[in-house]
């Protein structure tokens, strides 16, 4: 249980560090800009992202996370 949360607190914190620092690319939609096109540690910052959010949702759905 520990585990899960220092995974969700890591991806989370680092992920979002790593978009604002690089940014993300226009591919994604909404948060993307042009200039930022040739960034794949922003690409990577957002996938750390949503890693952190679909690991928490599956804590809390197998009531392993409170």
């Known amino acids: 249980m520990i585990w899960t949360s220092l ?3 890591i ?3 680092g992920g979002a560090g790593l978009m ?3 940014g993300v690319p226009s591919a994604v939609p909404l948060i993307g800009r042009k200039e ?3 960034s794949v540690l922003g690409m990577l ?3 750390m992202f ?3 959010i679909a690991v928490r ?3 809390v ?3 392993g996370l409170v």
Request: proline fraction near 0%; include cysteine.
């Open 61 to 63: 759905m197998s009531n």
């Open 45 to 47: 910052g957002l996938v």
């Open 57 to 59: 949702i599956t804590a």
């Open 20 to 22: 604002a620092r690089f």
């Open 11 to 13: 991806c989370n914190v």
């Open 50 to 52: 949503v890693t952190s």
């Open 7 to 9: 995974i969700v607190l």
């Open 36 to 38: 930022h096109d040739n």
